[in-house]
C-alpha cells in the first residue's frame, strides 16, 4: 500500500503565501508522477499542478506564475508553495500519486487526505 501524507494548509490573507508538502511512503517501484488537484466549494476536483517524472511540469492556467511545485525524488516528496493568493484559491487541496506497486502491473492513482486552504479578503 501507498500512504499520502499532507501539510501545511491554514489560513491566510489575499496575497500571502502558503507551502503544502506531501510525503509518499510504502512499497512501490515506480512514482511516475505527483501532483496537487483541489476542490473548491461547489465545484469538482481540478489539477493544479502536475510534475511526471518523465514530461515537463504542468499547470492550471489560473495558478500558472504564482504556484511552484517541486518534487525530491530521492525522498518522495512533493510540494506547492503558493504565492500571492486570492480568495478564489480557497479549497482542499489533494495530494496525489501516480505509482506502480509490486503488486499491479498498472499504475494506480493514490490520493492524500487533503489539506484545507483558506484566504480571506
Do not use: H
Not at 505509482?99 to 492513482?109: A, S
Amino acid at each position: 500500500q501507498v500512504q499520502l501524507v499532507e501539510s501545511g494548509g491554514g489560513t491566510v490573507e489575499a496575497g500571502g503565501s502558503l507551502r503544502l508538502s506531501c510525503a509518499a511512503s510504502g512499497t512501490f517501484v515506480e512514482i511516475k508522477a505527483m501532483a496537487w488537484y483541489r476542490q473548491r466549494p461547489g465545484k469538482e476536483r481540478e489539477l493544479v499542478a502536475s510534475s511526471p517524472r518523465y514530461t515537463p511540469v504542468e499547470y492550471a492556467d489560473s495558478v500558472e506564475g504564482r504556484f511552484s511545485i517541486s518534487v525530491d525524488r530521492a525522498k518522495n516528496i512533493v510540494q506547492l508553495q503558493m504565492n500571492n493568493l486570492t480568495p478564489d484559491d480557497t479549497a482542499v487541496y489533494y495530494c496525489n500519486a501516480n505509482v506502480r506497486t509490486p503488486y499491479i502491473i498498472d499504475y494506480v492513482d493514490y490520493w492524500g487526505q487533503g489539506t484545507q486552504v483558506t484566504v480571506s479578503s
